[in-house]
């Protein structure tokens, strides 16, 4: 998911292009698949991630969130949902089955607990991968650079990078699940 450049070109109240960049980077493909896990489509995903970031935004230049920026941004991902859903008069999730979600997905990806069984075997799981495909999935997840600047950094195509990191995220996933005895 690539944010529309009026996102990262606000600057708002002692906010500025940096601040933003730094909240969208971690938290922007984790919020992608929040939102793509309620609207379940893709291109309704991208544009409720676009909305979502452009109110938190408007609500950072008034204040801090408390706690988990993550949390903060998919209660704001699911007023948008229940906004849109709303308006369209479509299907919409019930307001249990949104707070289901949001524990769900805490749940499974261990977001804010480095001693979940996800978060222990993940790390486990990174310890086993080569030094070039470590290197590689901590720079992407890491920085985030986009996938030309890392295909450069690493001095490989984007087809390669592309083929790497598929290799290696099923490698992870599946020692994950070995480690955890989930599938995920």
Not at 79 to 105: C, G, I, P, Q
Not at 123 to 130: I, K, N, R, Y
Request: proline residues 2%.
């Amino acid at each position: 998911m690539v944010l529309k450049e009026s996102i990262l070109d606000i600057q708002m109240n002692g906010l500025d292009r940096e601040q933003i960049e730094a909240i969208v980077n971690t938290e922007q493909e984790a919020l992608f698949h929040f939102a793509l896990f309620l609207a379940r489509d893709y291109n309704a995903a991208e544009d409720m991630a676009q909305e979502t970031f452009l109110i938190a935004c408007r609500k950072l230049a008034q204040e801090k969130p408390e706690g988990n920026t993550g949390k903060w941004l998919r209660g704001i991902a699911r007023n948008v949902y229940l906004k849109t859903k709303s308006k369209r008069n479509t299907f919409m999730l019930h307001e249990n089955l949104l707070e289901m979600a949001d524990n769900f997905w805490r749940d499974k990806t261990g977001e804010g607990n480095a001693s979940s069984p996800y978060a222990v075997a993940l790390t486990g799981c990174l310890e086993s991968l080569g030094d070039n495909d470590r290197k590689m999935i901590e720079l992407r997840y890491g920085l985030n650079p986009g996938r030309e600047a890392l295909a450069q950094t690493l001095d490989i195509s984007v087809p390669a990078l592309e083929s790497r990191l598929k290799r290696a995220k099923k490698q992870l996933k599946e020692c994950i699940e070995r480690k955890t005895g989930k599938t995920i």
